[in-house]
């Protein structure tokens, strides 16, 4: 690890230097981000999880950019062509992409026409040209016919003589440097639809004739072009800006003057610009070609990452219902709504199957059966998936509840993503042995609805389907983001280690699975633990483990108040200063607000508890074991508006964010089809990212803007002072990328083609113009 990689990232992320150094070493001693950003403050001077998390990308890429530089180096020495100079232009290579052009000429390949030239002494005759275009080309490469080296005529020796200019200007790396990043700057993206793939590859109709700029392309075009061409639907090419017809291109005219060629009237000035010609065009553009669709795809995916982790972590986060008995509904039709009743706890207490729906339809008797089971286990929650039949058993609950107004319940719809994983799962059959499959997913929305955090920690992240074009980006890329986001999560919102599943101990900071079963296991053979201190007796739960992760682990009702808060058990001495200074007695301090409040963090600070330190230790001592996650609140959908024949134009609703994507949201209002708040609805000022507005999860008010009924196909706007359309009617609303499927978004388009570089801009909200791309694009809640 060098210096220059403290100092790198030190700039990238505008701290010091030695905060970077104190946070890679942490790290590297085995430290989680969530360890470093709670209890190590004075160590890093205050970096953020969010700073953390940057580092930690940052560090992993320069020290794989590090072993690359020092196997190309191996690699150059190794074939005695390494000097000092080129020593010095790989030591300062910044990226992977510079670092490969300069290893380019060097690197071993199969072997080349350029490689078989130089083999027949055709070298000098490619230089000797090169540098003085005074000689006639035919009459110096007969000089070197050799019909044993494989040289049969002039012609032939010029061929070769060609082969080897064309290798040498393809590989200069400062010029291919700087032709990419003119080719990024001016060139663009171009599609077409191929031939007799128009029907079968309708969702991509907005790209069958398309061309955009690659610096306006947004993530989620760049995911759908490429999966279109992936499905053999389009013919993606990557074009430099528009050229003359007749004459050199600026980059032929580039690479020209690179290498000193000029048409001044000698005789081998255009044998020369020929050359550089079928340079341009059968290798650097090629190889422009490949770098600029990597370029791409890397951005789009990292943005694709990026939404998708930011998704994640707000329904991790989303507000729970706490410990109140809970019925899970999973809804369905020919086989039956899944019942599926858990305790304060989450304990399972019941379950059943009920037919209220087509084809059985027995309604009543559905309704006395949870009434029954409301009464007998003191129900108050009822959660219903949002899948197949979720309005049909939405109604079936508001019947319920008008029936028995005694049972006092409430009716939540809450997302049934991942659920069917969940209750397939080797974890599922463990925890639910003797629960058949289909109830295992009422029993994971009954729970995911009391602590969304504890219950989705069961499910693979990749599963809850909150992502756009998940299943195209890296999977390593994907999951690692997605395990730092949910680790997160969970250490933001610590775990009680007397009722938290071994899944969600796995995300403890220092806990991996192993460690997890174990502490499951001594609590299952000891009894509840009483103290933090007591998790040191459990197997392999060392002193580095117990450091990471006992300020996460939460104990409430323990023996030590403060085994119930956040503050770490190496900080327990701070507290008994505190304590000393106060003259009270812990339980009486702890909420003591006004006390609190009142003592200076900088009289119980020393060398070893900071000031941070102690700032947190006072404000958790405020408010002990609080909870980072808002208020639950559940929306209240209208009144006779069930289905999507409802809704009329001008009616403002109550709904829940279901999912974020780059061009807007996806709202339930209560009809089984999600409309659209296209990013131009969202606010009366410039939106760049949606998420600036709302996050999944979020409660909003929204006024319906257009109805498609036909295609299914909801507008919707959160300016509810904005005018709405007849239904079926309206300006273009949007483009087709703006129509993707929930959770997985396959495919989407933009303006067409002859439209590109044009002035950024939002698009009318999403209204009757947009329904026939939104139904090629799939826009439709479909079963989990």
Not at 145 to 161: P, R
Not at 714 to 728: N, Q, V, Y
Request: with cysteine; glycine share 8%; proline share 6%.
């Amino acid at each position: 690890m060098t210096t220059s990689i403290h100092q790198q990232i030190a700039g990238e992320l505008g701290v010091r230097e030695r905060q970077v150094r104190a946070a890679v070493e942490l790290l590297d001693g085995g430290a989680t981000v969530p360890f470093i950003a709670r209890y190590r403050k004075e160590a890093t001077e205050m970096l953020d999880d969010t700073q953390l998390r940057a580092l930690e990308e940052r560090l992993r890429y320069l020290r794989e950019l590090e072993d690359r530089r020092a196997a190309i180096l191996e690699s150059i020495r190794s074939q005695g062509k390494l000097d000092d100079a080129l020593e010095a232009q790989i030591m300062a290579a910044d990226s992977k992409a510079r670092l490969e052009d300069i290893y380019l000429p060097y690197k071993p390949k199969r072997r080349t026409k350029a490689m078989i030239a130089r083999e027949a002494g055709l070298e000098p005759l490619a230089d000797g040209l090169l540098a003085d275009p005074s000689r006639d080309p035919m009459a110096a490469a007969a000089m070197f016919v050799d019909a044993e080296k494989g040289v049969a005529d002039a012609a032939a020796a010029l061929e070769g003589a060609r082969a080897i200019l064309i290798e040498r200007f393809a590989e200069d790396a400062d010029l291919i440097g700087e032709l990419r990043e003119r080719m990024w700057t001016r060139g663009r993206v171009v599609s077409k639809v191929r031939d007799g793939k128009e029907e079968s590859g309708a969702k991509f109709s907005d790209y069958f004739d398309f061309a955009e700029p690659f610096t306006k392309l947004p993530s989620h075009r760049v995911l759908a072009l490429f999966r279109g061409e992936k499905e053999e639907t389009l013919t993606v090419t990557l074009e430099p800006e528009q050229e003359p017809v007749e004459g050199p291109t600026g980059y032929e005219t580039r690479i020209a003057q690179r290498f000193g060629v000029a048409d001044r009237g000698r005789p081998a000035d255009r044998w020369l610009l020929d050359t550089v010609r079928w340079a341009w065009r059968t290798r650097v553009l090629v190889h422009l070609g490949i770098d600029l669709r990597m370029r791409l795809w890397q951005a789009a995916e990292d943005e694709a990452v990026r939404v998708f982790a930011a998704n994640l972590r707000d329904l991790l986060l989303a507000a729970p219902a706490g410990t109140r008995a809970t019925m899970g509904l999973d809804p369905g039709l020919r086989t039956g709504v899944k019942v599926a009743v858990v305790d304060a706890t989450g304990k399972v207490v019941a379950t059943a199957t009920i037919y209220p729906h087509e084809p059985r339809r027995r309604w009543d008797e559905s309704v006395e059966v949870l009434a029954r089971l409301a009464r007998e286990h003191g129900v108050e929650l009822i959660a219903i998936g949002n899948g197949t039949a979720s309005r049909e058993t939405d109604k079936l609950a508001a019947d319920l509840i008008k029936r028995h107004p005694d049972l006092s319940l409430t009716k939540i719809v809450v997302s049934e993503a991942g659920a069917s994983v969940y209750s397939a799962s080797p974890y599922a059959a463990q925890e639910l042995p003797e629960l058949d499959v289909s109830l295992r997913g009422a029993v994971s929305i009954a729970r995911r609805l009391q602590d969304p955090l504890a219950e989705l920690v069961k499910i693979d992240p990749k599963s809850i389907g909150v992502g756009q074009y998940q299943h195209d980006v890296a999977e390593t890329k994907l999951s690692r983001s997605l395990d730092a986001v949910v680790e997160d999560c969970v250490n933001a919102v610590g775990v009680d280690v007397n009722t938290a599943s071994a899944p969600l101990l796995t995300r403890v900071s220092g806990i991996g699975s192993g460690l997890a079963e174990n502490i499951v296991l001594h609590r299952d053979a000891n009894g509840p633990f009483r103290t933090r201190r007591a998790l040191k007796d459990v197997p392999r739960l060392g002193p580095k483990a117990f450091e990471q992760c006992a300020g996460f682990l939460r104990i409430p009702g323990g023996d030590d108040p403060l085994d119930a808060s956040s503050v770490h058990p190496e900080s327990y001495p701070v507290v008994h200063r505190i304590l000393a200074g106060t003259g009270g007695q812990l339980r009486e301090l702890i909420g003591n607000g006004a006390v609190l409040r009142s003592l200076r963090p900088s009289d119980f600070a020393d060398d070893t508890f900071g000031l941070p330190t102690v700032t947190d230790i006072l404000k958790e001592l405020e408010k002990p074991g609080r909870d980072p996650r808002p208020a639950f609140r559940a929306a209240t959908f209208k009144e006779g508006v069930d289905k999507i024949s409802d809704l009329e134009p001008g009616m403002l609703l109550e709904g829940v964010v279901t999912n974020v994507a780059a061009f807007g949201a996806f709202v339930d209002v209560g009809v089984h089809q999600d409309g659209l708040v296209h990013v131009s609805a969202m606010s009366d000022r410039f939106v760049k990212d949606p998420r600036e507005v709302v996050k999944p999860g979020d409660i909003v008010r929204v006024k319906v803007l257009d109805v498609d009924i036909p295609r299914k196909r909801i507008s919707l706007t959160l300016r509810l002072d904005d005018d709405t359309k007849p239904a079926g009617g309206g300006p273009r609303a949007g483009r087709a990328d703006d129509g993707q499927r929930r959770g997985d978004r396959r495919s989407g388009g933009p303006q067409r083609r002859g439209g590109g570089g044009r002035p950024a801009r939002q698009d009318p909200p999403p209204s009757g113009a947009l329904a026939e791309a939104l139904r090629k694009a799939g826009l439709d809640k479909g079963p989990r």
